[in-house]
């Protein structure tokens, strides 16, 4: 059994979408929860099982799993005919991989920083900055549409979405900004949006 503990507009929102891309609304439970926002609005949710009362958070007979892209490797890895990413063994999954786990460990942390207003060379040496971010995404993005060649994927979806938060700090690089854009231009983002307008009416 499946659970998606889901915040409307939060990060899980894209958890959400990857679900409607992959065709697997069927097979698990969306629980909206309510989370801490930033604005200091709302609150934890007693019946999130996330450590912290973060969403996303994925429970799978009994595990609990955390971190976005963790959850999308699972995913991905559990329903491998949706097509959301390489199968293990192929030339592209470590590309795929590579791509997950930058996010996480440099993008995401780099420009909470630079948003932050933080710059040490400590924070610069570990985890890089803004610079180094768009010469490896202008790199990946100058001769193809995605970033695992012409096909859209879970890479796709996760990479973007920081841009989709802040477009202020979308690099101006025409291969980017398309980028973005191709990747918000497909339905089911809108649907999200939608339904968690809805969700967010409907706890109001």
Not at 46 to 57: D, F, L, M, R, T
Not at 62 to 68: A, C, L
Not at 119 to 124: E, G, Y
Not at 125 to 141: F, N
Request: aromatic share 6%.
């Amino acid at each position: 059994m499946l659970t998606l503990f889901h915040a409307p507009q939060s990060r899980s929102s894209r958890i959400v979408t990857l679900i409607d891309e992959m065709g697997i609304a069927d097979r698990l439970t969306i629980r909206p929860v309510s989370i801490l926002r930033q604005d200091g609005s709302g609150g934890r949710d007693p019946s999130n099982p996330h450590p912290e009362g973060k969403a996303p958070a994925l429970l799978q007979d009994g595990t609990v799993i955390t971190e976005s892209a963790a959850i999308i490797l699972t995913l991905t890895d559990l329903f491998p005919d949706s097509g959301m990413a390489p199968r293990p063994g192929t030339a592209e999954r470590g590309a795929y991989l590579t791509w997950l786990f930058w996010y996480g460990s440099v993008m995401e942390p780099a420009l909470i920083c630079a948003a932050a207003g933080l710059s040490l060379p400590s924070l610069q040496a570990s985890i890089r900055g803004v610079p180094e971010i768009t010469a490896r995404l202008s790199r990946a993005l100058a001769e193809r549409p995605f970033l695992l060649g012409d096909r859209y994927s879970a890479a796709d979806l996760l990479v973007h979405s920081p841009y989709v938060w802040f477009k202020d700090a979308t690099p101006d690089v025409p291969a980017i900004r398309d980028w973005v854009a191709r990747c918000q231009d497909r339905p089911a983002h809108a649907r999200t949006r939608a339904a968690d307008a809805a969700r967010l009416a409907g706890a109001a």
